[in-house]
């Protein structure tokens, strides 16, 4: 039930925003993050956003399991 | 970026169980706390991926699951007064009570509604004022501040027919209750993705400081949950346990202050009766006596009967991963995800649900 899902926002108006969840546009509650912008991802949950996706530490773990697993390649480069 | 198929690649993944391979030179039993990860570990396959020397057993973490049949008659009773709405989230409908689930009692005559987020609950109070609609609010961390900030814009907007049946419940007090289950011998836990977005590192450290455990906060991808269980190995190998983050891109150490922030503006901690397991002191959220007009318990006069356990279930031991579902004389028999006997079963989340989906033993 704790399930949050990424979703990106493409509109705000007020306290609320459209954000694009896999496809689907849900209105999504803003109150308990702070600084959201169109553009940003999002974890949404039970219609309110709990967080905003960190773009850069997304890309350093994934760099992390590139550099485990022996790949060399660069995950900034293939975005 | 889209943040979910970047961490499904499958020969990444190989080589993750390889290097796991490597350094798994003695049993490990890993406990993951949240159902989520339950779902996604039986959906990746990655309990048969990992060497059979790694057990990854379920918990606790599925708020449905652990919602206690007392709670559950009280929302039934609320259910039935008249002039009340109960609304609550899908898969809490279906949980069997002493006598009834609230499924049951909608077919019953009873005015129960599946809500998708508590701001639909709110909606439903400002479409109908002249009936109480009450909120059976569950959930862990993850879920308590999105149902405190709609109580706030509840009482911005005036709404006075909107209250909350909070039987909220938090994470950490359970985890050390497991902890203290001598019989479990855990090495370390998959720590809750969602719930430490929200609460961060600190109130874990209690796992590594006092009982010298390993944690490590997961995302919930095949790789995420891969690359934390090789985290763990190491913590517990290099002597050092300690809570890190594998999940970085939703989670930092302090959390989100924010959400919490709003979510101790109307709740307070309180103690929680946990399905199965029992009463876990300071585990759970009720609302602080000044909103005590949005309070059910207290605003209704709500009576039930003695509460009874369901007879053959073995739920509690399953929620402390003592035993595995299929050790139950009812699973796949009497209890099948359509003909729920324990809460476990009811949610596709719940440990005895994802065994029978995905055909485990
Ligand atoms: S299989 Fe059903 S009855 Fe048995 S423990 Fe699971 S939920 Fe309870």
Same mark, same amino acid.
């Not at chain 1, 007020?14 to 849900?26: E, K, L, N, S, Y």
């Not at chain 2, 690359?227 to 989670?251: F, W």
């Not at chain 2, 509690?316 to 324990?342: H, Q, S, Y």
């Given at each position: 039930?704790?399930? !949050?899902?990424?979703?990106?926002?493409?509109?705000?108006?007020?306290?609320?925003?459209?954000?694009?969840?896999?496809?689907?546009?849900?209105?999504?509650?803003?109150?308990?993050?702070?600084?959201?912008?169109?553009?940003?991802?999002?974890?949404?949950?039970?219609?309110?956003?709990?967080?905003?996706?960190?773009?850069?530490?997304?890309?350093?773990?994934?760099?992390?399991?590139?550099?485990?697993?022996?790949?060399?390649?660069?995950?900034?480069?293939?975005? | 970026?889209?943040?979910?198929?970047?961490?499904?690649?499958?020969?990444?993944?190989?080589?993750? &169980?390889?290097?796991?391979?490597?350094? *798994?030179? +003695?049993?490990?039993?890993?406990?993951?706390?949240?159902?989520?990860?339950?779902?996604?570990?039986?959906?990746?396959?990655?309990?048969?991926?990992?060497?059979?020397?790694?057990?990854?057993?379920?918990?606790?973490?599925?708020?449905?699951?652990?919602?206690?049949?007392?709670?559950?008659?009280?929302?039934? =009773?609320?259910?039935?007064?008249?002039?009340?709405?109960?609304?609550?989230?899908?898969?809490?409908? #279906?949980?069997?009570?002493? #006598?009834?689930?609230?499924?049951?009692?909608?077919?019953?005559?009873?005015?129960?509604?599946?809500?998708?987020?508590?701001?639909?609950?709110?909606?439903?109070?400002?479409?109908?004022?002249?009936?109480?609609?009450?909120?059976?609010?569950? !959930?862990?961390?993850?879920?308590?501040?999105?149902?405190?900030?709609?109580?706030?814009?509840?009482?911005? *907007?005036?709404?006075?027919?909107?209250?909350?049946?909070?039987?909220?419940?938090?994470?950490?007090?359970?985890? +050390?209750?497991?902890?203290?289950?001598?019989?479990?011998?855990?090495?370390?836990?998959?720590?809750?993705?969602?719930?430490?977005?929200?609460?961060?590192? =600190?109130?874990?450290?209690?796992?590594?400081?006092?009982? +010298?455990?390993?944690?490590?906060?997961?995302?919930?991808?095949?790789?995420?949950?891969? @690359?934390?269980?090789?985290?763990?190995?190491? @913590?517990?190998?290099? $002597?050092?346990?300690?809570?890190?983050? @594998?999940?970085?891109?939703? &989670?930092?150490?302090?959390?989100?202050?924010?959400?919490?922030? &709003?979510?101790?503006?109307?709740?307070?901690?309180?103690?929680?009766?946990?399905?199965?397991?029992?009463?876990?002191? !300071?585990?759970?959220?009720?609302?602080?006596?000044?909103?005590?007009?949005?309070?059910?318990?207290?605003?209704?006069?709500?009576?039930?009967?003695?509460? +009874?356990?369901?007879?053959?279930?073995?739920?509690?031991?399953?929620?402390?991963?003592?035993?595995?579902?299929?050790?139950?004389?009812?699973?796949?028999? =009497?209890?099948?995800?359509?003909?729920?006997? $324990?809460?476990?079963?009811?949610?596709?989340? !719940?440990?005895?649900?994802?065994?029978?989906?995905?055909?485990?033993?």
């Amino acid at each position: 039930m704790c399930i !949050g899902i990424p979703g990106r926002i493409i509109k705000i108006d007020g306290r609320m925003a459209t954000v694009d969840v896999g496809g689907a546009m849900r209105n999504i509650a803003l109150d308990l993050i702070e600084d959201a912008s169109p553009g940003d991802y999002i974890i949404a949950h039970a219609g309110f956003a709990i967080h905003k996706v960190d773009e850069e530490e997304a890309i350093k773990t994934l760099n992390m399991i590139r550099e485990i697993t022996g790949s060399v390649e660069d995950y900034d480069a293939a975005f | 970026m889209k943040h979910v198929d970047e961490y499904r690649d499958s020969a990444l993944a190989r080589v993750l &169980v390889d290097g796991i391979r490597q350094v *798994a030179d +003695r049993p490990f039993k890993f406990m993951e706390v949240c159902g989520s990860h339950t779902v996604a570990i039986f959906k990746s396959g990655i309990r048969d991926l990992l060497p059979r020397n790694i057990s990854l057993i379920s918990g606790p973490g599925c708020p449905v699951c652990v919602t206690s049949v007392e709670d559950i008659d009280k929302a039934a =009773a609320i259910a039935g007064m008249d002039g009340v709405v109960l609304a609550t989230f899908g898969d809490m409908v #279906r949980v069997p009570g002493s #006598r009834v689930s609230l499924q049951k009692a909608k077919a019953d005559g009873a005015d129960v509604r599946v809500v998708y987020s508590p701001f639909d609950a709110l909606k439903l109070a400002q479409s109908d004022p002249s009936r109480k609609v009450v909120f059976l609010a569950a !959930g862990f961390e993850t879920t308590s501040p999105a149902v405190a900030a709609t109580l706030g814009r509840a009482i911005e *907007a005036g709404v006075k027919n909107f209250l909350l049946l909070s039987v909220h419940k938090t994470i950490p007090g359970a985890m +050390r209750a497991l902890l203290d289950t001598p019989e479990l011998g855990l090495d370390g836990f998959i720590c809750p993705g969602h719930v430490s977005t929200i609460i961060g590192t =600190a109130p874990y450290r209690f796992i590594a400081d006092e009982y +010298r455990r390993a944690a490590v906060v997961s995302g919930f991808e095949p790789l995420d949950i891969l @690359q934390s269980t090789l985290m763990l190995i190491e @913590q517990i190998r290099e $002597g050092r346990p300690s809570v890190e983050i @594998q999940y970085r891109r939703a &989670v930092s150490e302090e959390g989100n202050p924010v959400a919490r922030g &709003v979510l101790g503006r109307y709740f307070e901690a309180s103690d929680a009766n946990w399905r199965g397991i029992g009463v876990i002191p !300071g585990s759970g959220l009720k609302l602080k006596t000044e909103y005590a007009a949005y309070d059910a318990e207290r605003v209704l006069d709500i009576k039930i009967g003695e509460s +009874r356990e369901t007879r053959g279930c073995i739920c509690g031991m399953v929620l402390k991963g003592i035993k595995n579902p299929p050790e139950c004389r009812l699973f796949g028999k =009497a209890c099948t995800p359509e003909t729920p006997v $324990g809460a476990c079963m009811v949610s596709f989340e !719940g440990s005895c649900a994802a065994y029978y989906k995905y055909g485990a033993r």
